[in-house]
């Protein structure tokens, strides 16, 4: 369970519970979803305003994208290599209460845990009760460098 899963489970506000934590633990309370190491020469993910990042999948923290049916996480972006080995980018953030979904190879889907919403691999909700599709963003895969670009047209 990730650190904002686990205060939301507890139902208290975020802000007061994270600086209790963060004084707990004497931890850096950086973003969890601190962007993954980038090679664009541009290391933040949205840029201009608009999302654009590319991912090095030589890099450790990438290589998830490797495999079909791997995922990872960069901002509020999920990056998924489907089982069909197609990459996809979508908004991570359930569209019903915010929930961070995942991608299953199982059933080629993205699923939120939270209370079950499904989405196509266009983020299309396939099942309820997220109201409103995830956003999704386009993908370039340059196969010679190894490299995957999200951006926004
Ligand atoms: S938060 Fe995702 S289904 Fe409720």
């Not at 904002?4 to 934590?21: D, P």
């Not at 963060?22 to 980038?38: M, Y």
């Not at 201009?48 to 450790?60: E, H, I, P, Q, R």
């Not at 901002?75 to 209460?97: D, E, M, R, Y």
Request: with cysteine; proline share 5%.
């Amino acid at each position: 369970m990730k650190r904002a899963e686990f205060i939301r489970s507890l139902g208290l506000g975020s802000s007061a519970l994270m600086a209790v934590y963060c004084i707990g633990t004497l931890s850096s309370c950086a973003n969890e979803d601190t962007p993954l190491p980038v090679d664009n020469g541009n290391p933040n993910p949205i840029s201009n305003g608009k999302v654009d990042f590319t991912l090095d999948l030589s890099l450790a923290a990438n290589q998830a994208l490797l495999a079909n049916g791997g995922y990872i996480y960069n901002g509020n972006i999920i990056i998924a290599k489907t089982t069909s080995g197609s990459f996809i980018a979508l908004s991570k953030v359930c569209t019903h209460q915010g929930t961070t979904v995942e991608y299953r190879k199982d059933t080629n889907d993205i699923y939120c845990p939270n209370h079950g919403s499904r989405f196509d691999i266009t983020g299309k909700v396939i099942q309820s009760p997220a109201p409103s599709p995830l956003t999704m963003y386009k993908v370039e895969y340059n196969a010679v460098t190894a490299k995957v670009r999200v951006f926004e047209a």
